[in-house]
């Protein structure tokens, strides 16, 4: 009987498919020309030669607070809370005489009021302690106050010291991704995008004429379309009219809501 022949160890290994190195996912960008964004804050500008915001404050240390008290809140019960805490405290050494507790008080119609409460306390310890009590004009040092973020500071930078920031808010954020002009998944993206194509010279006010287009014209559940100023150029898929608004409103959006 004859022994079978050995099998034959080596295997062949089958080759492999050549795969292609992945391309890196292209950011969206703004579906507008330059020419095209200029006219929409062209027109922004004329319709709001002078914009403000709706938090009410009287010097940079209570927009400082305001703004911290503003998260997830809204500017009117933000300004109910704190007309009577500023008419006595518009400093940080007034606000740290008053204490946690007291600031409580005051601000306790305002949700998440008792970790604010901390924070303004803090930060006005803060800024007593490392900055002679005076609010800094770097973003980078009003990040490290307490409460205080990116949206807070760049609030901050524009309302009070003039720069150009971007500070993106909800109505900037569905903005900037519903009519196009600057698409991005988080607020860092949309900012990056709105500095980059926002001329320099609307770049002031562009931060309330965004807020104040998406809370009153360009609503979250459904856009105003009529009564925008800029109907005819918008590339929004969500557009309620085809119909070309006027260049500039007979009177303001606000008084016409």
Same mark, same amino acid.
């Given at each position: 009987?004859?022994?079978?022949?050995?099998?034959?160890?080596?295997?062949?290994?089958?080759?492999?498919?050549?795969? /292609?190195?992945?391309?890196?996912? /292209?950011?969206?960008?703004?579906?507008?020309?330059?020419?095209?964004?200029?006219?929409?804050?062209? #027109?922004?500008?004329?319709?709001?030669?002078?914009?403000?915001?709706?938090?009410?404050?009287?010097?940079?240390?209570?927009?400082? @607070?305001?703004?911290?008290?503003?998260?997830?809140? &809204?500017?009117?019960?933000?300004?109910?809370?704190? #007309?009577?805490?500023?008419?006595?405290?518009?400093?940080?050494?007034?606000?740290? %005489? !008053?204490?946690?507790?007291?600031?409580?008080?005051?601000?306790?119609?305002?949700?998440?009021?008792?970790? /604010?409460?901390?924070?303004?306390?803090?930060?006005?310890? %803060? !800024? =007593?302690?490392?900055?002679?009590? $005076?609010?800094?004009?770097?973003?980078? $040092?009003? @990040?490290?106050?307490?409460?205080?973020?990116?949206?807070? %500071?760049?609030?901050? !930078?524009?309302?009070?010291?003039?720069?150009?920031?971007?500070?993106?808010?909800?109505?900037? !954020?569905?903005?900037?991704?519903?009519?196009?002009?600057?698409?991005? /998944? &988080?607020?860092?993206? @949309?900012?990056?995008?709105?500095?980059?194509?926002?001329?320099? $010279?609307?770049?002031?006010? %562009?931060?309330?004429?965004?807020?104040?287009?998406?809370?009153?014209?360009?609503?979250?559940?459904?856009?105003?379309?009529?009564?925008? @100023? =800029?109907?005819? =150029?918008?590339?929004?898929?969500?557009?309620?009219?085809?119909?070309?608004?006027?260049?500039?409103? =007979? $009177?303001?959006?606000?008084?016409?809501?």
């Amino acid at each position: 009987m004859t022994n079978p022949k050995p099998k034959d160890q080596t295997r062949t290994k089958k080759p492999q498919p050549v795969t /292609k190195p992945r391309r890196a996912a /292209k950011k969206p960008a703004c579906l507008y020309s330059p020419a095209e964004v200029h006219e929409i804050f062209r #027109r922004f500008a004329v319709q709001r030669p002078e914009p403000k915001g709706e938090l009410e404050h009287v010097n940079a240390f209570t927009l400082l @607070v305001a703004v911290v008290l503003s998260a997830q809140a &809204t500017d009117i019960g933000v300004n109910k809370a704190t #007309r009577a805490l500023f008419a006595i405290a518009d400093t940080p050494q007034k606000m740290l %005489a !008053l204490g946690e507790a007291r600031v409580g008080d005051y601000i306790r119609t305002i949700g998440l009021w008792r970790n /604010k409460a901390k924070n303004v306390i803090a930060l006005s310890q %803060a !800024l =007593i302690r490392d900055y002679g009590g $005076e609010v800094p004009d770097d973003r980078d $040092e009003l @990040v490290k106050l307490p409460g205080v973020g990116r949206k807070t %500071a760049n609030v901050v !930078l524009n309302m009070a010291f003039g720069q150009h920031t971007m500070a993106v808010d909800t109505h900037i !954020l569905r903005i900037g991704n519903r009519i196009g002009l600057a698409p991005g /998944k &988080t607020p860092e993206q @949309v900012e990056a995008e709105l500095v980059r194509v926002i001329p320099d $010279e609307y770049m002031r006010h %562009a931060h309330h004429w965004l807020i104040l287009h998406g809370r009153y014209v360009c609503k979250a559940r459904k856009p105003d379309c009529p009564m925008c @100023v =800029i109907a005819d =150029i918008c590339k929004s898929a969500e557009k309620t009219t085809d119909i070309p608004a006027p260049l500039v409103p =007979i $009177e303001p959006l606000e008084a016409a809501q």
